[in-house]
């Protein structure tokens, strides 16, 4: 994780969605760069990419930091993206209770703030003077390999599980799936986004196969298990697992040790 900032009671943390290559970690430190005369300043994604927002607001727990305030950088403004990180934040909370921060997360719509309007002449100004983009030759791409990587990790990004809080799921197996070399550990695992899975009362989903093994109320702690238990190792963690029913079925209440481990 980059080394951001100092020691203090009180700090900011940008907030984008992704970042999957350097240029866009370039562009945040740029940003950040840009207020820096308000004290300590961070930056973290919600989705892909690292810091992520649990990192960032993980290490200033740690150091006791009272004050955190998050301000979400986003264009179209989403209220849907703030309420998001409300509730994700609440669920953290929830997750791993102890001494927090007090929380505050902007709320104004960058589009209406002061300023702006120069920054979009600016933008129209520099589209109208820029090289016309012309059609490529299309490239010889050389063909593809159909890969034996035994598992496949679907993760569910449709509305009732987006509205738990897949995309942090999401984001989070995608930090560890590079981190760990998943796709080369093992047996291989690959992932993709799923629309729905099926199963929504069990929000946020998450799909392995070959075994087609359901695990619902996902968190990133549960992440971390089948990680390590399910890919790593090839056996199905059956807390967090959903059989095939004919009847409903809704999530089951989670033993408190993980949320116990949550804290360490
Ligand atoms: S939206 Fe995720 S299972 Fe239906």
């Known amino acids: 994780m980059t080394e951001q900032g100092s020691s203090t009671k009180q700090a900011i943390v940008l907030v984008a969605r992704s970042a999957v290559a350097a240029a866009p970690i370039e562009e945040m430190e740029r940003i950040r760069g840009l207020v820096a005369g308000f004290g300590e300043v961070m930056y973290a994604f919600t989705e892909q990419g690292e810091p992520s927002l649990r990192a960032v607001i993980g290490s200033l727990r740690a150091r006791g930091v009272e004050s955190l305030a998050l301000v979400p950088l986003l264009l ?3 209220p849907a993206f703030q309420a998001f990180l409300s509730r994700t934040i609440q669920r953290w909370q929830q997750e791993s209770p102890g001494p927090w921060p007090a929380v505050r997360i902007a709320w104004q719509d960058m589009s209406s703030t002061a300023g702006f309007s120069s920054v979009l002449h600016e933008l129209v100004d520099t589209a109208c003077s820029s090289g016309e983009v012309r059609p490529a030759e299309r490239a010889d791409e050389g063909g593809s390999i159909v890969s034996a990587l035994r598992r496949r990790v679907l993760v569910c990004l449709g509305g009732p599980c987006l509205a738990a809080g897949a995309s942090v799921i999401w984001g989070h197996y995608r930090n560890e799936e590079k981190r760990l070399s998943l796709r080369t550990t093992g047996e ?3 992932s993709a986004k799923a629309s729905c899975l099926g199963p929504c009362s069990l929000a946020p989903v998450v799909q392995v196969f070959p075994e087609g093994t359901f695990y619902g109320g996902m968190n990133e702690e549960a992440v971390d298990r089948i990680v390590q238990q399910h890919l790593i190792h090839g056996a ?10 004919p009847t409903r079925q809704r999530l089951r209440e989670r033993p408190s040790k993980e949320r116990d481990a949550s804290e360490t």
């Open 188 to 190: 291989g695992a690959m």
């Open 76 to 78: 179209p403004a989403e």
């Open 236 to 245: 199905v963690v059956g807390d967090l697992a959903y059989a095939p029913s």
